[in-house]
């Protein structure tokens, strides 16, 4: 494979990312509008919303199944249209099943569309030879941030679901069809990388054949559903949090969040960097670190602006976390990475299914300040297993140094 083959499968990947990052935030971000559009109780809207991370995990587990004969790179190619097309019959039904039909595809496709996004990007991580994988998480925030955005500006001028979202996808439709032809696989079958030699021993000795051991796997599912606590409760509650706890105006218990995205992406930004320099075990623990600190910040915080200062340390310690373990999976399971990254995929929407609810129930029957030392505790427990992010550097098969393409952009 070409460098300039890599280049345009890492340019072409970073767009899927972006993409998928725009269409998750506009769904997000306008569910009062979907609720008032289609008349969905406060009662019967929890059911919509756990519906999508359910099928989306169902949507992970299948594409486990599909790349064993169809390659990752094939599935995202068509996945992502599916994604936007969902998206975009959430904002044109008009009948409750019309919205139950589109969420229900959303969900299924959005579990394809991760698990094969992050299949390519660890075997494209694999063939550059260093840590690339952050940087195309920071794609997917950038695309979080301008979808949250055009969802403020479509609520601002009081635009229907149908006239926010059609144009968007008329852009980002054929804007990802025409990137996948760029696609590409860092490794091919069986294992085998651009250069012809194959995957070689993992971190364990029962991965060195490439066969998947979910116990290996096991302190990575852990880490990735810890993350996604944290992130899910950074999402849903910090707005109420830092207006009924610290007594914020409501105009001002809309920053956090916003504040976290852009944290977030200027820590996926130079994440990559930091492993290059100090090593992927080091950054996840100094990023668990932070992390459990800006909780502990939120936790005593006496008033909003102490509030947002722990919600821009958890932007900059969690940003890290997510992107490594699926490199890390990749590295502990070369023979049989994607694989690997669909299984740990399904932890993701564990997490986000668990986080809010958790919180929730905590702050209700307990305090919220309290509630927020939990996830502090869960990201805390990362650095238990924060070795299996090593070797710090992987070995093919015979203990050839993995071929450096530092000449690649």
Known sequence: MTDAGLRHGRASLGLSFGVQGVAFALLVTRIPAIQDQYGISDGLLPVFLAAVPILAGAGSVATEKVVVRVRPSLVLRWAQPVVLLALLGVGAGREMWHVAVALGVFGLAVGALDASMNMLGVSLQRAYGRSIMTGFHAAYSLGGIAGATLAWAGARWELSLLASYL???????????????????????????????????????????????????????????????????????????????????????????????????????????????????????????????????????????????????????????????????GRMFPGNSDAAVARLNIFNYVGFLVGSPLVGALGDAWSYRGAMLVPMVLVLATLVYARAFGPETARYGGGHERPRTADVG
């Not at 290996?216 to 009924?244: E, H, R």
């Not at 005593?300 to 997510?322: E, K, N, S």
């Open 167 to 329: 144009p968007v996808v008329a852009v980002l439709l054929p804007a990802a069809l025409i990137g996948s032809r760029w696609y590409t696989e860092g490794k091919g079958a069986e294992g085998k990388l651009p250069d012809g030699t194959g995957a070689g021993a993992g971190s364990g000795s029962e991965s060195a054949g490439g066969a998947l051991s979910f116990k290996l796997l096991l302190p990575l599912c852990l880490i990735m559903t810890f993350a996604y606590i944290g992130d899910s409760t950074v999402s849903n509650w910090s707005a109420k949090y830092l207006q009924d706890v610290l007594g914020s105006s409501e105009q001002l218990a809309t920053v956090p969040y916003n504040v976290y995205m852009v944290t977030t992406l200027l820590g996926r930004a130079v994440g990559d960097l930091g492993v290059r320099r100090f090593g992927a075990v080091a950054v996840v623990r100094g990023g668990s670190l932070l992390a459990a600190g800006g909780f502990a910040v939120v936790a005593v915080a006496p008033g909003a602006w102490v509030g947002m200062l722990g919600f821009t340390m958890l932007g900059f310690g969690l940003c890290v976390i997510v992107p490594q373990t699926f490199a890390a999976a």
